[in-house]
Structures are given as C-alpha cells and as structure tokens.
C-alpha cells in the first residue's frame, strides 16, 4: 500500500488508514466518495469515465442508480475541497465522458505503477484567492439561507457559524417492497424508528417531522417539491425494504427537496438479527451528509445522545413484535389498541429488560381509558404500572414520561407532576411532536393559553400534517374564547377529512357565539350515523341556550330512550343535554360522579365554555376546587 498522497496547499490522502485530511485534521467522508477520490489521484491529469468508477466501486452487475450516487459523492468532494465545479481546482467535470483530477499529487515514498502518469514536480497549486473565496461561501449561503429558510453567518472559509434556526427533514413512508400487506408493519415500523433516530441524534440542529404526517404520503404520494413545500423541509429521506426468510435489504435515499437533488443514497443488505443497530447507522450516515452540505463541522453521533442498551433489544423477536404492536396503536381503534397490547405483551414475555415495549403498553392502556374504551379505574393502573417499568429500565425514554404525565392529569388530577413529566419528555426528545401536543393540551386545562398555544404550534411544526394536533389547536382556541379562530381552524381540519372529530368543537364555538341556527346545521350535516348520542345531546344543549325549551326537551327525551351503553359512552355529551335544559343538580351530579370515578370528563371544567351556566353554582366551584384547578 503506497505512502499518503498530498495536493493542494494542506490536502492529504493516506490511504492505509482510508483517510482524508487537511492540515492533519480528518474530513468526514463516506467510503463511496473516498473510493472516487482515490481513483482520480490514482491517474492525475487522466480522463477517469464514469464507467470506470462504476466498475471500481460495484462492479459490472450493479443494479442500483449510480449516476445519482456518483453525482452525489462528487459534491461531497468538491465541498471537502472547496473546489467551485465552474472553476475547478480539484475535479475537473468532462461532460458526458467522466471527471479528471487537475491538482498538482506529490506521493514522494512511494513509485506510481508504470501505467499511470508520472506525477508533477511543481509546486502544489495554491487554493481559490480568499477575495473569491469569500464570494462563493457568500453565496453558497445566499443559497442555502433560501432553501432552508435559516441564515447561515459563514466567519471564515474553514469555520462556518452554527445556524440560528433548524434544519427540517422528511422520512418518507418506506416502501414495502416485498408486496405481501403482512409485512406492512415492517416498513411501517422502519420508518417510524428511522425517525425517532434521526430526531435522536441532533435535536438542536436537525428536527424531524412525526410520523403522522408523513404517513398520509403513503396512499397518497405527491411530487417530493410539493412534499418539501407541505411539510415546510429542506430534505427529504426515501427508502424501501424488502424482508425474506433471514435477510432484509434496505435502500435509502437523501433527497434535497428544492430540486429534488440526490445528496446521498445507500443500499443494505444485512441479517435479520443486525436490523437494529443497522437503524443507527443510517440515521448517522444521513445526519453527517445533511452537516457536510451545509458546511457544518461538528459530529453529530448517537454516541452524543446516549440510550440504554435495555431501550434497544437484543432480541429481534421482541423487537418485531414491538414494530407490530406499533403499527397497531397507530390505528387508533378500539380493535387497534387491543391487538397492540396484545403484541407489547409478546415483546415484553420474550425480552422482560425491553423498556420500549412496557412504554408501548402504556401508551395503549392510557389512550384507551382516556378515550373512555375501558374502565379507568381498570386499566389507568396498568398503564402507570407499565410506564414506571419502563423508566425503571430506562429513565430517558420520552414515551414512558409523556403516559406518566398523561395519567397524572387525566387520571390523578396531579398537575404538578404532569407538567414535571411533560419538560422532562421534551427535554429528553424536543421532536416529539405528541408531547408538544399533549402539554399544550395541558396548559390550556391550566389557563395558560399563550404558553398552550406556543407549545401547539411547535407540535404542528413537527407534525403539520396532523388531523389531532391540528383539532386540538382549535380547542385551545374554543377555550381561551377566540371563537372566530377556533372556527377557522376547524373548517381546515374538516376540510382535510369531513368525518373527523372537529365537529363538536366547530358547533361548540358557534353555539357560544349565538350563531344557533349554523351549529344545528353543522349537527345535521356531521352527525355520524354511530353516534346518536352525540346529535341529541348536541341538539338539546344548542335549542336550550337558543331558548328554544320545547325543541330542547324533545332532543333530550330522544337522548335519553337510547339504550344506557349508548346514552353514557360519553358522560360530557350527557352532562352537556342536562345544561342545556336546565338540569343543573343533573349535571353537576354526573359531574362529581366522573371525578369520584377519575374520569378525565372534568380535567376541561376550568376552561370549557360549554360548562359556563353552572360556573355560579357553589357546588360547581366546589368541584374546581378538589380538582385543584380553583383559581
């Protein structure tokens, strides 16, 4: 092996240790561009085509896009070399045909082969003037200040500054390649961990869009610059996956959303059983492609954000049950949660140290008994037992923190130690779009309403796409009583899907603002077909505060014939038909009936208008008061 190749003023290749460096110091570089780079030293001042890289890197039966990773790995180069492709110093591109490296190479220990060019004896070329120097940085950051939407202050042409803002990407849905739907959980899942990995890895410098987003993209794929634009990203990372029997392939792709630009593409093929640790080590490859285009020096690796090996099983079994248990609770269905449960369980039974499966699991309980599905009293204890295993196995997981804080609010009316659980989730995953969500939530149930409505914003930021975050942005809306933004909000929800839930909040607002006849309109236009307690408790409550008493009590008598499942499935619709004919000592009963039984129905009276008649009501205050929420 020959000694280190020098050119340029400072530039050196070892190519024993597979190195490059300036001024002694190592340039991070990939194995793709490192090869490319060798080969044009190799043959200095020689044509070197295309072709020939080809067949020097993959060989003759490559079956992937090498044109977009050749093109890619020459632009990492010439941005390692500061070297401008219009006026080269470095790489000279020969159109059509290949490149030719033009910089004086010194290699003075070792004898070149005889078939290649004698090297250059003068002097190694000086780099670009610093007057031009200073006009291409100034410019690339023109450029890049447009794409990303940050600026970027370049101080000197080897130091850049650290951008004052972030750094927004995209995973898209990865491609389920073996066209069976019994492993759509698979690809599914790959993309989920692709995103909790790379949002793990430089939370200050690189934010990451949740999934819910970015799974709408998988019926419904879109033009990656229309992407770019929804999602308000610079880049965007496609992959797809194909699983046998032992083996799985995974290709990903990085994606400069503006111009659809490939910056870098990879493929994998690896056993089953190294699927986990292959997850890191893409999401670190694309993080270190994302700071090399920008210019950025500093290292960005797991190793910076540290996670307890009992976060990330050994087992390949537990982890594939885990992946399946997720893709379930994404559902969001009664049927959905069981079946996740169920899987969370299996992981947990084959790997009993697997703190990711217990914070799974409690997630599941506590959505289902938030969402009045089971019996809060049954299964909130599971959840809190659940989540505080899996702390105890590993205490930075966002997840288990963000159910612990879900349960002490819903669940314990403890809103000192939700919010306690609620900074630490954050604190330990700023790109956690639902503990954003959840905490807004929670600080609007508070009456901080400016604080809820910065904490929803940031969550719709990580997550624009999202129908819940979005509706739950036109709830703080609702109760901070800026009624004309809540419906705004609502009718873009309802706009994006008709039959979401934003239909209660829309009425509730123009009810409040005694637009009576459109909250009707928008009851007989929206009233789901499964839910007919929701329409006549509805109609009750708006003919009652209409003044309208005999339409009201018509509505709450049709209510109150449904069969008692459907009549209490929701205890607020009730409590809602009660207030609107009068029925205070009913409503309130119900009301200190649902706190004595924990339910989550009271953790809005501070803040929901529509409980605003009883407000007056001693026994109401007095309410407020065990809740902890009296002023």
């Not at 046998?244 to 990879?266: C, E, F, N, Y």
Request: glycine share 6%; proline share 6%; net charge negative.
């Amino acid at each position: 092996m020959q000694d280190s190749i020098r050119f340029g003023e400072d530039f050196e290749f070892d190519p024993r240790a597979y190195q490059l460096r300036r001024a002694g110091r190592e340039l991070r570089l990939e194995r793709i561009p490192l090869e490319i780079l060798l080969l044009l030293i190799e043959q200095p001042g020689s044509l070197v085509a295309r072709e020939q890289i080809v067949e020097r890197i993959w060989g003759n039966d490559v079956h992937l896009d090498t044109d977009n990773s050749i093109n890619g790995a020459i632009r990492k180069l010439r941005q390692v070399l500061r070297d401008d492709p219009e006026q080269p110093k470095f790489i000279q591109t020969v159109t059509g045909k290949g490149y030719r490296f033009i910089a004086p190479v010194v290699s003075p220990k070792a004898e070149r082969p005889p078939d290649l060019p004698t090297p250059q004896t003068s002097p190694p070329v000086s780099l670009t003037p610093p007057t031009r120097k200073w006009i291409f940085y100034g410019a690339m950051a023109l450029l890049l200040a447009g794409a990303v939407g940050i600026g970027f202050l370049w101080l000197r042409p080897t130091r850049p500054a650290q951008p004052p803002g972030k750094v927004m990407l995209a995973v898209l849905p990865f491609a389920n390649l073996t066209g069976e739907p019994a492993q759509e959980y698979f690809s599914d899942g790959m993309t989920e961990e692709m995103i909790a990995e790379l949002g793990r890895l430089n939370p200050e410098r690189l934010g990451v869009i949740g999934r819910t987003s970015v799974m709408l993209y998988k019926s419904n794929p879109k033009p990656l610059d229309q992407v770019g634009r929804e999602l308000g990203v610079q880049y965007i990372v496609e992959g797809s996956v194909r699983r046998d029997s032992g083996h799985v392939r995974i290709t990903a792709q990085l994606i400069q959303a503006k111009d659809q630009t490939h910056v870098w593409t990879q493929q994998y093929d690896r056993e089953l059983k190294d699927v986990l640790s292959l997850q890191a080590e893409i999401a670190e490859e694309i993080a270190g492609e994302i700071q090399l285009t920008l210019g950025s020096r500093q290292e960005a690796t797991a190793a910076d954000r540290p996670v307890a090996a009992s976060s990330v099983t050994t087992s390949y079994e537990a982890y594939d049950l885990y992946l399946k248990g997720r893709y379930f609770w994404n559902k969001r269905t009664a049927d959905g949660f069981l079946q996740a449960a169920e899987y969370f369980q299996q992981a947990i039974r084959r790997d009993p140290n697997y703190a990711r499966a217990y914070a799974g699991l409690a997630d599941t309980f506590g959505l289902m008994s938030t969402w009045q599905l089971v019996p809060q009293n049954e299964f909130m204890p599971k959840a809190r037992a659940a989540a505080l295993k899996a702390l105890e196995i590993d205490e930075t997981l966002a997840e288990a923190h963000t159910s612990l804080a879900l349960i002490a609010e819903n669940y314990d009316y403890d809103w000192q130690t939700a919010e306690k659980e609620f900074r630490r989730a954050i604190q330990l995953n700023p790109d956690y779009a639902t503990a954003h969500q959840w905490y807004a939530e929670y600080l609007s149930w508070q009456g901080r309403f400016d604080e809820a409505l910065a904490e929803s914003e940031r969550a719709r930021q990580l997550d624009p796409l999202s129908l819940i975050i979005a509706a739950d942005h036109a709830a703080i809306f609702l109760d901070s009583r800026q009624y004309d933004r809540a419906i705004a909000q609502c009718r873009t929800v309802l706009e994006m899907d008709p039959k979401f839930g934003a239909r209660g909040l829309i009425v509730s607002a123009f009810a409040q603002e005694g637009r009576f006849a459109e909250a009707l309109d928008e009851v007989e236009r929206r009233q789901p077909p499964n839910e007919p307690s929701w329409a006549w408790a509805t109609r009750a409550y708006i003919y009652g505060r209409w003044g309208k008493s005999a339409e009201a009590e018509h509505a709450l008598a049709k209510l109150e014939q449904l069969t008692p499942q459907l009549r209490e499935r929701r205890p607020s619709w009730l409590v809602l038909a009660y207030i609107g004919t009068g029925k205070k000592d009913r409503a309130i009963a119900l009301l200190q009936k649902a706190y004595a039984e924990h339910s989550n129905v009271v953790t809005a009276l501070k803040v929901d208008p529509g409980y605003d008649p009883l407000r007056s009501d001693p026994r109401f205050q007095e309410l407020l008061r065990r809740l902890r929420l009296a002023e």
